[in-house]
């Protein structure tokens, strides 16, 4: 029963085209349109600190989406998203540099970490699985030690710092005004992900992940679909690697460690592989842990629970560990992520109070 | 049109894995509009010959002609534009996509919108093309019965259905050549019945050439135009159905020295002929 698609009674589609749409109902699709204007009116409310975590959930929701598409739906895996993250913060600032006005960088900086990927995706895409997670490894060493030796590139020790964006004179320099273009890039791309998903080579990857023998018989070139996905994926990780990039001001070259590239595998888990919406929601997760973890430890400091166990000294530590025990707990008993947790929820509110 | 060049033609194939001799100089011929079947016992080498033909494995020697023209070391996913389809003989559809989205990656090579179009759905005429092709591929599940099951996800349906589904996606190929590889095992006989008539409608109405690998021995001497029999690798009889169970290779392959056939395979065969 689970595997029908469910839609409430009533909600017949009448042509092919009602029935390719993004959003199942028309319910849901006018449930989207709210969210986003919903979301617009965020920086209106002035809190700082809810406004700074939905930038950060926007950037990393978008390099997720990257991830997801290369892990989730062509089913290759990359250790080194962190690092291409990294080229794109990186690229967006060295155009910035010279001369690039912040909101051409940004695309800019997405092309080049593109063909930054391409470099270490033209041989990946020939591997498979252990090899293939190796050679992502060294893609992630090998850009590590690049940043910290490209000095004319990355600033090196000093890093590099940068600028908002601005247009016509207008400056996005506060957080709220910022928090639109992030918005923007995330709209977009989330667009352009779920449309690749329902044309031919979107398909295509998701065709390759589960049967690459008859993937073939179709017609679908195996080398160029898995090169194709790293260069996709490299794209929004530098996408969003810029937009970090601009929020931060400032881009050191310790920044994006192996441990920020196993956090990326954590969103698209915890969201769900092979799940558009379910890269966002990993971000989301991935962000608001930690800040849930100091919010206990904040809460119970100064009390005996604290005293005994030194919490106040810990909490760095905690919120690592939560984190990886999130990723483990998803592992075991929610494989397929939040995304999946959210539509059985949607179908069984479709279908009530009939659930049973 | 060449009306006299054979659709597909094997010519001396030979296939070798290490020592063991999957086929022997194998030739044979179908024309344009032919039901061809291949039949053998267990291990004859019949996946294998098709494998040759769809570009999974590289014959060891001999060529491999489509239309006339020497495909034998073209690589596979080449091979669906000439328009040869196939389904397996072990299941192999898209677990986790739905029976459309199935279908829909048959008609991969003939679809032109390409990830960039593809993401801007709406302006690059992604759109008017993916819907076009959506009514072709309706004509497919509307053939094959299985409106029901469109969106349900592949890897959750019944043996039967699945076997239907993978027909689908070899059809949306518009192939002229289709390989079927035991399109109707571990099927009831209700499910065989509906799998050899579409099977019949495809040659006879959609008029495409097939080749069917099938041990019911019932069906392939009911719908086979011409026969060729393995065993052992080596082609052994060739002929219309008649003919080729006349044949006493055949009878001896089949029923004489049972040490020879593979366990299972008596059974399989043995019942229905
Ligand atoms: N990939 C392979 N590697 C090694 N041996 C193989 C391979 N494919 C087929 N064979 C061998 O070739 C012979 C013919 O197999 P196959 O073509 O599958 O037979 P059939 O389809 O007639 O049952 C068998 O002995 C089988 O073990
Ligand atoms: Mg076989």
């Known amino acids: 029963m689970a595997a029908i698609a469910m839609t409430p009674c009533g909600d017949f589609r009448e042509s092919y085209r009602a029935d390719t749409t993004i959003f199942p109902t028309r319910l849901s699709r006018a449930f989207a349109i709210a969210g986003i204007a919903a979301l617009c009116l965020v920086p209106l409310t002035g809190d700082r600190y809810v406004l ?18 290369l892990v989730g739906f062509t089913g290759q895996i990359s250790i080194g998203h962190a690092a291409f993250f990294g080229v794109g913060a990186f690229a967006s600032a060295w155009f910035v540099e010279h001369g690039a006005p912040v909101l051409a960088a940004i695309p800019l900086a997405g092309l080049a970490t593109t063909a930054v990927g391409m470099v270490f ?58 928090f639109y273009v992030v918005l923007a890039w995330v709209a977009l791309s989330f667009l352009a992900a779920a449309n690749l998903m329902r044309t031919r080579d979107g398909r295509a990857l998701v065709a390759v992940r589960d049967h690459y023998l008859s993937a073939e018989i179709m017609g679908i070139n ?22 970090y990039a601009h ?27 092979g799940s558009v919406m379910g890269s966002m929601m990993g971000s ?29 000294n810990a909490v760095s530590f905690l919120r690592e560990m939560a984190i990886g025990a999130a990723i483990i707990l998803f592992l075991i008993f929610e494989p397929d992520g939040l995304a999946h947790r959210w539509r059985l929820i949607k179908a069984y509110w479709k279908l009530y109070p009939f659930a049973h | 049109m060449k009306q006299d060049t054979p659709i597909l033609e094997a010519a001396q ?23 061809f079947s291949i039949i053998g016992p267990n291990g004859a080498g019949k996946t294998s010959m098709v494998n040759c033909i769809s570009g999974r494995y590289r014959p060891t020697e001999g060529r491999i002609l489509f239309e006339g023209r020497d495909i034998t070391g073209l690589k596979p996913n080449h091979r669906a534009g000439l328009g040869i389809g196939r389904t397996f003989q072990n299941l192999a559809l898209f677990g986790h996509m739905t029976v459309l989205d199935n279908i829909m990656v048959g008609r991969h090579h003939l679809l032109r919108n390409n990830f960039l179009t593809g993401m801007v759905y709406w302006l690059g005429g992604a759109q008017r093309e993916e819907l076009a092709h959506r009514r072709e591929v309706e004509d497919i599940i509307d053939f094959l019965e299985i409106q029901h099951i469109r969106k349900a996800v592949a890897g959750t349906l019944p043996y039967g259905l699945r076997k239907r589904v993978e027909l689908a996606r070899a059809i949306a190929l518009k192939p002229k050549l289709i390989l079927l590889d035991e399109p109707m095992a571990g099927m009831n006989l209700e499910e065989k019945e509906d799998m050899a008539r579409y099977i019949v409608d495809l040659n006879e109405e959609w008029g495409m050439t097939v080749i069917m690998i099938e041990h019911d021995m019932g069906v392939v001497m009911d719908i086979s135009h011409r026969v060729i029999v393995l065993d052992f690798g080596r082609k052994i009889a060739e002929g219309t159905p008649d003919q080729v169970l006349a044949d006493p290779l055949v009878k001896r392959a089949y029923l004489g020295e049972a040490d020879d056939v593979p366990a299972g395979s008596e059974a399989e065969t043995g019942a229905v002929a």
């Open chain 2, 13 to 35: 194939v030979s296939l070798r894995f290490g020592g063991v001799r999957a086929l022997s100089d194998v030739s044979f011929a179908v024309e344009r509009g032919e039901l």
């Open chain 1, 52 to 69: 700074s975590l939905m930038i950060q959930i926007g950037y990393l929701g978008i390099a997720a989406l990257g991830l997801n598409i």
């Open chain 1, 222 to 243: 195996l080398t160029y679909y898995r090169t194709l996905s790293f260069g996709i994926s490299s794209f929004f990780a530098g996408i969003g690697g810029a937009l």
């Open chain 1, 121 to 178: 995706g033209i041989p990946a895409a020939r591997l498979k699985g252990l090899y293939l997670a190796i050679a992502t490894l060294a893609a992630q060493f090998i850009l590590e030690d690049f940043f910290a030796r490209a000095q004319w590139f990355t600033g090196g020790v000093a890093g590099r710092v940068t600028l908002r964006p601005s247009l016509f004179g207008y400056s996005f320099d506060t957080d709220e005004a910022y």
């Open chain 1, 284 to 312: 989301a997760f991935m962000v608001l842990l930690p800040e849930v973890v100091q919010g206990f430890a904040d809460a119970l400091a100064g009390g005996m629970i604290d005293r005994a166990l030194g919490l106040g």
């Open chain 1, 247 to 273: 929020y931060l001001l400032f881009v050191s070259v310790e920044a994006f460690t192996i441990l920020f590239s196993i956090q990326f595998l954590g969103m698209i888990i915890i969201g769900g592989l």
